[in-house]
């Protein structure tokens, strides 16, 4: 039997994780929508108008938008609404081959459902976190006996699969730390995280309105900087697996100390890197670091003194005013326009398309001071976006899962429509602009829906 937490009353009041239903998936009773394609991708720019504020459903978008793939829009519509899993559909879950842990710097999991899912073409579907609860009604996943479906209702949209977990996962470091603590994993990725907390939370209202790490950190009891020996120990154990792993990725909270503002961050970051490089003969390895924006001089010691190959820094939001409201410790240690210019400096060092920043899609529509309509949203954001790309940076963005724990909670997720039109619009900027997403694409991160329209 699997370990199934306690349901809630309503299913639109579920934790994404949390509640169970009785099976109903029945194959061939059931009605199915049937993935609508075109050829061309065209109109990738919002008109006046032709954004309206309602909730479109799945359905009437994929008519409205052929030549969007359909299972990238239903991965942003799971993200937005989240899942459920029915009770077989649990059961179903086998701890010796699929992922049910995994350690962030958002939280420790460690119950037996499904860390994510993954769809037949390598689409992948970010499950984790709790949802607060929007008032949208969540996916289910079901289990016939055979195969698993992503259902609505009693609709069955498509057959997924539960990440399955490294070889290494369950091993231990010669002190006896699993190693699924120390560095997790996606389907084709390594992840580091060596910081797990943020210093921006150390002061009341500076941690970004969207991130759940001070509400994760408190109640997980974690001690905030993993032990450093020990995530190298794991790297060297889990590149023995063969055909598994694409890159290595870090990522973290922000340190502000140090000599200069975020060497301590820094050093962390080049002690891992460097302990990984030798294990690579001291080459170059693919591999991202998302940091907090290092300044010119720090850059160049990531690029010259390790193996790091590409470069992030998430922006989250592209606009000024949003960005002070929103990210207010970014805002006041760095600043919008010295981020961009930040993140441009990178450029030189690392060079042109090696370089991008990330975006929270959607939070510039939170209130009361995101915009006002979607038409605007997205105007200003593919613009902004646009004039980083002129600057050498691209841009991506990941579904912003309104998360409980985090200030915006009680915020609304918006339309479906605005994701397929602004994944629509940052891949074109990137095909444009000549850009590759490899450092962020469908086998290295997963996601972010515009990356995934790069190879469909
Ligand atoms: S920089 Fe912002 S989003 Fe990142 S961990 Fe800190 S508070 Fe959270």
């Not at 479906?149 to 231990?172: H, M, N, S, T």
């Not at 074109?428 to 962020?440: I, K, N």
Request: hydrophobic share 35%; proline share 6%.
């Amino acid at each position: 039997m699997v370990n199934m937490p306690k349901p809630k009353k309503s299913p639109t009041s579920a934790p994404v994780m949390a509640a169970t239903i009785e099976p109903k998936v029945s194959p061939k009773n059931s009605t199915t929508i049937s993935p609508s394609r075109a050829p061309t991708i065209s109109n990738t720019r919002a008109h006046k108008g032709e954004l309206p504020e309602t909730q479109k459903s799945l359905r009437e978008l994929t008519e409205l938008y052929p030549d969007f793939p359909f299972k990238v829009m239903l991965k942003i519509d799971v993200q937005r609404r989240g899942v459920i899993y029915t009770k077989a559909a649990l059961e179903a879950v086998d701890p010796n081959i699929h992922m049910t842990t995994v350690s962030s710097d958002y939280y420790d999991k460690e119950d037996l459902s499904p860390v994510s899912l993954i769809m037949d073409d390598g689409t992948s579907i970010f499950t984790e976190g709790f949802l607060a609860d929007t008032g949208l009604a969540p996916y289910t996943v079901d289990f016939d006996g055979h195969n698993r479906y992503l259902c609505d209702g009693d609709q069955i949209l498509a057959k997924v699969w539960y990440w399955e977990k490294p070889d290494y996962y369950f091993k231990k470091t010669s002190r006896g730390t699993p190693m699924w603590k120390l560095v997790s994993a996606r389907p084709q990725r390594l992840t580091i995280h060596p910081y797990q907390f943020c210093d921006f939370w150390k002061k009341a209202g500076c941690g970004c309105k969207f991130c759940v790490m001070a509400a994760n950190f408190t109640s997980s009891r974690k001690e905030a900087t993993v032990a450093l020996d020990e995530i190298l120990e794991t790297v060297y154990e889990a590149v023995l697996e063969p055909g598994r792993n694409q890159s290595i990725f870090l990522t973290g909270g922000t340190i502000i100390s140090g000599a200069r503002p975020l060497d301590d961050e820094l050093e962390l970051y080049l002690t891992i890197l460097k302990g990984i490089s030798n294990l690579f003969g001291g080459r170059k390895f693919p591999s991202q670091l998302i940091s907090t924006a290092f300044s010119l001089d720090q850059v160049k010691r990531l690029y010259y003194e390790t193996g790091l190959t590409t470069y992030t820094a998430d922006i989250e939001v592209l606009n000024q005013r949003l960005f002070d409201w929103i990210c207010p410790g970014k805002s006041q240690l760095i600043g919008y326009e010295e981020w961009k210019n930040r993140l441009e400096a990178a450029v030189s060092v690392f060079g042109r398309g090696n370089v991008n920043t990330g975006l929270v899609a959607g939070v510039e529509l939170a209130q009361p001071k995101g915009f006002k309509s979607e038409y605007d949203a997205l105007e200003a954001t593919l613009s902004e976006a646009r004039k980083l790309c002129q600057r050498g940076v691209w841009v991506v963005g990941c579904v912003w899962r309104i998360l409980t724990g985090s200030v915006f909670f009680r915020q609304k997720p918006p339309s479906l429509e605005y994701y397929v039109r602004l994944a629509k619009g940052l891949d074109s900027l990137r095909r444009e602009y000549d850009f590759l997403p490899d450092q962020d694409n469908y086998r290295r991160c997963g996601n972010h829906p515009d990356t995934d329209l790069a190879r469909i």
